[in-house]
């Protein structure tokens, strides 16, 4: 026996031949990586198209549009100390010291964008902090004191 090493007969394990304008296979974990990076933005994507077509139809569909101060065929009172409440149209015997709001039923502030509706407000003091309160008319009323057509600005 000699300490010469032996040839091997088993050939050399071939390595891939790749063109020069190819680019060479992409291991396991950079597919996986590429696969996540690929799933997790197309996720996101997705969520924000969901998102915004539900905003979408919110604006669209207004589904708090319809909202008024009164049921039909109520109008409201308020009372001298603050406060109110609907009563049928056309009740006689108010509460005593109760008067009918001098704008009666109407939208919400917030849905005064309906036709023939007018945003008005006037200053107000809450807590000793001067404020300003927002309500909705009808065009053509005659605004109480205190009362001017909101600027929007």
Avoid at 6 to 17: C, I, K
Avoid at 24 to 40: H, K, L, Q, T
Avoid at 49 to 72: K, Y
Avoid at 132 to 140: A, K, L, P, S, Y
């Amino acid at each position: 026996m000699t300490d010469e090493p032996r040839p091997l007969d088993v050939p050399a394990y071939p390595a891939p031949q790749h063109r020069p304008d190819e680019q060479p296979p992409r291991s396991r974990r950079a597919r996986i990586v590429r696969g996540a990076v690929i799933g997790v933005v197309s996720f996101a994507l997705g969520l924000a198209a969901l998102v915004g077509l539900g905003l979408g139809a919110l604006w669209a569909f207004d589904p708090m549009g319809d909202e008024w101060v009164c049921s039909e065929g109520e109008a409201p009172i308020e009372y001298p100390a603050g406060g109110g409440e609907c009563l049928p149209e056309g009740t006689k015997d108010l509460p005593e010291g109760a008067r009918w709001e001098p704008f009666g039923n109407r939208p919400m502030p917030y849905n005064c964008d309906k036709d023939g509706w007018v945003p008005v407000e006037r200053d107000v003091v809450v807590r000793g902090e001067p404020d300003v309160e927002e309500d909705c008319v009808r065009e053509g009323t005659d605004l109480p004191d205190g009362w001017r057509v909101r600027d929007d600005d």
